[in-house]
């Protein structure tokens, strides 16, 4: 699909013929890195499957020429957690960083252990470019960056209430169209910085960051891309009773309270329409980027990285956001291309389960730079090779201190800080709807899938805590009795 009514939305990008010598990447210039970091999207794009009406050529066609990983995960279902993971390749239980920290004194911290992913490049020879969520913040620190655009936020934009729905009087709960220009968006303006960075000449290889903030809330964007949509979008899957034979820590997970608001404004179906239409307005702007890319002359020797930093639950198991261990919240987009690779098919795919905490290592490698001797993960240049390759180790997340699920190509397996568990085959159950942890015939993929979880965790790094909170948001019986548990 297209998006039809827009200006300017074509992408050859399928149509481009990569020819050439297969050389060594030692004796080529060093690649460039352009790196699209994308907030709060799900599967519910074209290339995941994941939401059937869901409208995303761009993003379709970069996964259809490089490896679209159909068993991504994050290393926390939660901005800061996720993106300190990846971008400083620790994983929380090794750094500490389990929880939300806005506070620049925990990236001082982090820093002073070691380089960020941009920070290392730059330290090698690259020119560091940025814009847009690529941390949690928009702001760019100086010693990682050698230039950060500082671009809009939402305070300028208008939306037509009429035309959706909010809950409460802020922004920040809005499911509605914008009635501004594009260029007052501040993925647009993203967008058009790495546009600007692509149209430059460069007498050094780049790492170039475009941070897309949609399809984080509030769910607003042009109305064009609403009308992407019918009014009456589908439904996911969903079991009425699914949360029954979940543990009480996953319970309180599930924050049934913002459930509850959309059930009774019968608001369900407009705000799952406005995700899907903020998700086309991301897909359109990376689109943007990625036609200024094959209109470079860097198309040949820049590799792409795509990501989200974590999933999104649209009421399975009445659970709304991110902050759970389950499929909606952990899976993500991740798409890696290198140009470079000769003669490679279309449409490959890794099924198996993958951990954004690969993303560190694998651009290293791919680049031709020492690994540096801190990071977590293990890269997935095998991968790019030969889409079979067996993967060097599971893909973990966690949610707060002690909360560990793992993914494997058919198994979830996940134990809270408690000792409550949840087992999920996915060959027979993908919606994650029987939890067989407790079934006898299962007790052995069990016990194979936790001795992959973390053996050792690093000390919760206090200051800031919306992560344990996070857990603590049940009735209040059970909040009570989880507050006397939490790791102290
Ligand atoms: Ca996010
Ligand atoms: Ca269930």
Redesign the pocket.
């Known amino acids: 699909m297209r998006y039809p009514q827009l200006p300017r939305v074509a992408l050859a990008l399928s149509c481009i013929v990569f020819s050439g010598p297969l050389v060594a990447s030692t004796d080529l210039e060093r690649p460039n890195i352009l790196f699209i970091a994308i907030d709060d999207m799900n599967d519910w794009t074209g290339f995941l499957g994941g939401h059937p009406e869901a409208i995303t050529p761009n993003m379709d066609r970069l996964a259809a020429r490089g490896v679209n990983f159909t068993n991504a995960h994050c290393s926390a279902p939660g901005c800061s957690p996720s993106r300190n993971a990846l971008l400083y390749g620790k994983e929380p239980f090794n750094s500490g960083y389990y929880a939300f920290y806005n506070d620049e004194r925990s990236h001082d911290a982090q820093r002073a252990a070691y380089p960020s992913l941009p920070t290392y490049f730059k330290e090698n020879g690259y020119r560091t470019y940025g814009a847009g969520k690529i941390h949690h913040g928009t702001k760019g620190h100086p010693s990682e960056w050698t230039d950060f655009a500082q671009t809009a936020g939402n305070e300028k934009l208008k939306v037509d209430k009429a035309a959706g729905y909010a809950f409460g009087e802020g922004i920040k709960m809005s499911f509605a169209p914008t009635t501004n220009p594009y260029d007052e968006h501040p993925d647009y303006q993203v967008a058009s910085y790495g546009m600007d960075v692509l149209a430059r000449d460069h007498d050094q290889p780049f790492f170039l960051a475009v941070g897309i903030v949609k399809p984080h809330l509030p769910f607003i964007c042009p109305p064009e891309f609403f009308d992407l949509y019918p009014e009456d979008v589908t439904p996911p899957n969903i079991?009425p009773n699914?949360?029954?034979?979940?543990p009480a820590v996953g319970q309180a997970m599930a924050k049934i309270s913002d459930d509850t608001r959309f059930t009774k404004d019968e608001a369900w179906t407009r705000v799952r329409r406005s995700y899907l239409a903020c998700i086309s307005w991301a897909d359109y702007n990376v689109g943007r980027v990625l036609d200024a890319l094959e209109a470079s002359p860097y198309v040949d020797n820049t590799i792409i990285v795509l990501w989200s930093d974590h999933g999104y639950g649209m009421g399975e198991k009445r659970h709304f956001r991110k902050f759970a261990l389950w499929e909606e919240t952990t899976r993500v987009p991740f798409i890696l291309l290198d140009p470079r690779q000769q003669n490679t098919p279309v449409n490959r795919s890794v099924g198996g389960g993958v951990s954004l905490i690969n993303i560190y290592p694998t651009l290293v490698d791919l680049a031709g730079l020492d690994q540096p001797g801190h990071l977590d993960g293990f890269s997935l240049a095998p991968q790019l090779a030969d889409q079979n390759a067996p993967l060097a180790g599971p893909a973990i997340c966690s949610w707060g201190r002690g909360n560990y699920t793992v993914r494997t190509s058919s198994y979830r397996y996940t134990r809270y800080f408690d000792g409550g568990e949840e087992l999920y085959a996915h060959v027979t159950d993908p919606n994650e709807?029987?939890?067989l942890a407790d079934h006898p015939a299962h007790q052995g993929e069990k016990q194979k899938l936790a001795a992959k979880l973390p053996s050792t965790e690093a000390p919760l790094v206090l200051d800031y805590i919306t992560g344990v909170r996070a857990i603590l948001s049940a009735d209040e019986t059970t909040r009570n009795a989880l507050n006397e548990r939490l790791p102290k």
């Open positions: 079991l699914d949360l029954a034979d979940i709807w029987h939890n």
